[in-house]
């Protein structure tokens, strides 16, 4: 790990709406990675289909290492995808308020 004293405590918010198997969700995985790595803050939403991928592997690991990790409630129960202690299930007004606390906000389609 190799963390950044100019990144220390800055916020990113990261949005994935693809399905985990697809570029944009492993990319969008990868930037968490290397975020938490420089010691900075990360807030994941996973919307739509990207709701499938919140207990991929890789994404669960860096919940382990800090990583916020949110999902659409809404987008669960339309693909009756089980509610569970993997991410904190919430609706668009999280979204809203990552994007209005975090220094950066992206996201992958």
């Given at each position: 790990m190799n963390t950044s004293p100019a990144l220390r405590g800055r916020k990113l918010g990261i949005l994935l709406s693809t399905r985990a198997e697809e570029p944009p969700f492993r990319h969008g995985v990868?930037?968490?990675e290397a975020a938490l790595d420089a010691g900075?803050?990360?807030?994941?939403?996973?919307?739509?289909?990207?709701?499938?991928g919140v207990g991929d592997e890789?994404?669960?690991a860096?919940?382990?290492?800090?990583l916020?990790?949110?999902a659409c409630?809404?987008?669960?129960?339309?693909r009756q995808l089980p509610i569970d202690?993997?991410?904190?299930?919430a609706g668009l007004t999280v979204v809203n308020d990552l994007m209005a606390s975090t220094d950066r906000f992206v996201s992958f389609n």
């Open positions: 990868k930037l968490a900075v803050d990360v807030y994941l939403y996973c919307i739509d289909e990207a709701v499938r890789a994404l669960q860096l919940k382990e290492r800090g916020k990790l949110y409630a809404y987008g669960a129960q339309r202690d993997r991410a904190a299930f």
